[in-house]
């Protein structure tokens, strides 16, 4: 079986588990509170004396502090209340009032008891207790008619699942990572340096970068046009709306702040000139790293061949052995993609999903249409290349910039598609691709705009045509400072939020299902890495030839399958 099956299979595999073992899951008991925004918690000791009401204590705001993600806390569910609640329309319904819950005492929570209220309360507790308490539910009255009830329960055994599971997946991730520093600073100097003339490079830069903004500005638009035309915020309901707020709003606010750590468009510039380049190789900032690599092979070019060389023939070497990691790595991918998929799809949960279904089909519409338009017409007719077997050409990179929801983490898989399969010559790969990993993201760009309107929409704020063109200004040089990581987007579309005034509370809204469409947008981000890599190739005169399922199969030394079987060699040091 193909290695590309067996990771399809894996993320089929880790989709299922998910669904029906996840925390979300409808088949398992729902047995526990997980609760993000846990200070918003109305606690009681005893259920019928209000005098013994607290809350946990809140956060420390230390201004300039990073924002960290919330430490989610689990509650388990001894019994519930319920109790008869009247809404807006006078109609009854019944309710959870009241749990009584077991609260772990974490860390956290007596780090932040600055004034001992919370020791006194619960009798001193040390780090591990765990206290029975009454949680009193918070009912959010609808004017459509009634109540949204938090927090929601979910199953403590999918939670543990798909925690155990993480590991797994967290390895696979670290291991491909650990290839793209040290891949990307050797094939970018051996590209450069094989180059050897300045002028080629500058002109072959300014192409890329070109046509890397050229297509995301036409994703945004796309994005834009898209969610004009399916208007997504006029199906979801205030229930709806409010559910989503309570249920993501602590984890919007570290979004938002994130946001609002994020530098300027001329520090985001300057911040590419490194100003310790092993501080970049160290950090793994990748504008810094490929800046230093250029000039560094660049560099070389004017040391006179004898001089030059060994560096070349060394970086040489480190790439190719960094190549034949990938490959083993890619063994274990099919487990590694099982445990990823399964904690997506366990943790989004099928009522996020429904809700907000019709705003994932414009995303995912969206991402269709500029696949099929905008790369269709870049791979047919810049690059002159079959669409089909480009398509299958890139493959491999997109199932892992799928299933890992990282442009980075399927960098060293695109190098080897756009080398291998689709022939594209070292030095243009070498340099086209890991550029487009860090500053080319239509999928991403298209998804702001997408949010954008959706947002708007929601909150009922018309959008004039300035606003809209600046959403696609700021999402295009958004998408040029995202790290190509899981969830980068979102942090950019806080700050695109921002600049044309629609609020970014919004982001709680459509944080559910995030994660989720991060991995068709990753997958979109890759395909477009390829699509210009294939056609900056073709005008740099590279022979360009898909390699046939055939060949794959029968070389040893081209390829994604058995190019391990080529056999190892002892190595004698001179
Ligand atoms: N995960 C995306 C990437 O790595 C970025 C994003 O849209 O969040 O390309």
């Known amino acids: 079986m193909q290695v590309y099956t067996k990771i399809l299979i894996g993320m089929l595999v880790g989709a299922i588990v998910g669904l029906t073992l996840g925390p979300n899951s409808s088949l398992l ?130 939670d543990t699942l798909v925690s155990w599971m993480k590991p797994v997946g967290d390895a696979f991730m670290r291991l491909i990572k650990m290839v793209i520093v040290p891949l990307v600073f ?92 092993a501080e970049s190789l160290v950090t793994g900032d990748m504008l810094q790293v490929i800046f230093f690599a250029v000039l560094f092979g660049v560099a070389l070019t004017f040391l006179d061949n004898k001089n030059g060389q060994p560096v070349v023939t060394l970086m040489d070497r480190v790439q190719n052995a960094m190549v034949v990691i990938i490959h083993i790595v890619m063994k274990i991918a099919p487990y590694g993609v099982a445990a990823l998929v399964a904690e997506v799809v366990g943790t989004s949960g099928f009522s996020v999903l429904k809700g907000l279904f019709v705003y994932g089909l414009a995303v995912l519409i969206g991402l269709a249409l500029h696949g099929a338009i905008v790369y269709g017409l870049i791979v047919k007719y810049l690059a002159k290349l079959p669409i089909l077997g480009f398509l299958r050409a ?40 890991p550029l487009g990993s860090t500053v080319n993201m239509d999928g991403t760009a298209l998804y702001q705009g997408v949010a954008a309107i959706f947002i708007a929409q929601v909150f009922q704020m018309d959008l004039s045509v300035g606003d809209q063109i600046g959403i696609v200004a700021t999402a295009t040089m958004a998408s040029i400072g995202a790290a190509g990581v899981p969830g980068a987007g979102m942090v950019t579309l806080a700050m695109v939020l921002t600049a044309s005034g629609i609020p970014t509370v919004g982001v709680a809204l459509i944080l559910g299902m995030d994660r989720l469409l991060d991995m068709f947008r990753t997958g979109l981000n890759v395909t477009g890495d390829l699509a210009v890599t294939a056609a900056m190739a073709r005008s740099e005169g590279d022979d360009l030839k898909i390699l046939t399922k055939q060949e794959d199969k029968r070389d040893t030394k081209r390829g994604f399958e058995k190019r391990l079987d080529g056999g190892q060699e002892p190595i004698e040091p001179e």
């Open 186 to 277: 050797a094939s970018l100097l051996v590209g450069v340096a094989s180059l050897g003339d300045i002028r080629k490079l500058g002109r072959m830069g300014l192409r890329t970068l070109g046509l890397y903004m050229g297509t995301t500005a036409a994703a945004v638009s796309i994005g834009l046009a898209v969610a004009h035309l399916i208007n997504p915020g006029s199906f979801i309901d205030e229930r709806s709306r409010v559910a989503l707020q309570a249920q993501f709003e602590g984890a919007a606010g570290s979004t938002a702040d994130a946001a609002a750590e994020a530098p300027s468009t001329v520090e985001n510039l300057l911040n590419i000139i490194p100003g310790n380049p």
């Open 394 to 433: 890139a493959r491999p990179a997109q199932l892992i910039a799928f299933s890992t929801s990282s442009s980075s983490a399927a960098l060293p898989v695109s190098m080897e598609c756009a080398e291998e399969n689709l022939g594209v010559s070292n030095p243009v790969a070498s340099f086209v691709i």
């Open 29 to 158: 008991e729902a047995d526990i509170y997980k609760v993000t925004s846990w200070e918003r918690l109305d606690l009681q000791l005893d259920k019928d004396d209000p005098s013994t009401a607290f809350s946990l204590p809140p956060k420390p705001s230390k201004p300039g502090a990073k924002p960290t993600a919330p430490k989610p806390l689990r509650l388990k569910i001894v019994e519930t209340r319920d109790a008869e609640f009247t809404d807006a329309k006078g109609e009854t319904s019944t309710l959870t009032a009241w749990s009584k819950v077991q609260m772990p005492i974490t860390h956290q929570m007596l780090l932040r008891d600055k004034d001992g209220a919370l020791a006194e309360r619960l009798g001193n507790p040390v780090v591990g207790d765990e206290v029975t308490v009454w949680v009193k539910h918070q009912h959010t009255e609808l004017e459509s008619g009634g109540h949204t009830v938090w927090p929601i329960p979910i199953s403590g055994f999918g």
